[in-house]
């Protein structure tokens, strides 16, 4: 049973959306996962997928193991840095503005 890695670093979508999405996949095989993602309409669907593709890739090239035979064992979503910024308001004050990024890491195992 090999596990097979990919990341993905900084996206700038919020991790509490990308777990939305991220836990639809989880424990499924490959092409179950892609099909999820394709006809999901959140916007985090897109990078994940991409990510997968990736991990696949990984697992074709650098270990030789067949797509049928692979499936998502784990996908975790860590919390990035946050880009703060403000918004003027009334009275001369402001209100924060936290634009968070996620990091996410993609692990697939094979059935062999």
Same mark, same amino acid.
């Not at 892609?34 to 916007?43: I, Q």
């Not at 997928?49 to 499936?71: E, G």
């Given at each position: 049973? $090999? @596990?097979?890695?990919?990341? =993905?670093?900084?996206? +700038?979508?919020? &991790?509490? *959306?990308?777990?939305?999405?991220?836990? =639809?996949? /989880?424990?499924?095989?490959? /092409? @179950?996962? @892609?099909?999820? =993602?394709?006809?999901?309409?959140? +916007?985090?669907?897109? &990078?994940? =997928? /991409?990510?997968?593709? %990736?991990?696949?890739?990984?697992?074709?090239?650098?270990?030789?193991?067949?797509?049928? %035979?692979?499936?998502?064992?784990?996908?975790?979503?860590? /919390?990035? &840095?946050?880009? $703060?910024?403000?918004?003027?308001?009334?009275?001369?004050?402001?209100? &924060?503005?936290? *634009? +968070?990024?996620?990091?996410?890491?993609?692990?697939?195992?094979?059935?062999?």
């Amino acid at each position: 049973m $090999k @596990e097979i890695k990919a990341h =993905l670093n900084y996206l +700038r979508i919020s &991790p509490r *959306k990308v777990r939305l999405v991220s836990d =639809l996949i /989880k424990g499924k095989k490959i /092409k @179950e996962a @892609e099909s999820v =993602l394709k006809n999901t309409t959140k +916007r985090s669907a897109h &990078p994940i =997928l /991409k990510l997968l593709n %990736s991990a696949v890739a990984n697992a074709i090239h650098n270990f030789r193991v067949d797509k049928d %035979s692979l499936s998502v064992k784990t996908i975790v979503i860590n /919390k990035g &840095p946050t880009l $703060k910024r403000f918004l003027p308001r009334a009275r001369g004050m402001t209100t &924060p503005i936290n *634009k +968070r990024s996620s990091h996410i890491t993609i692990i697939l195992i094979s059935n062999n």
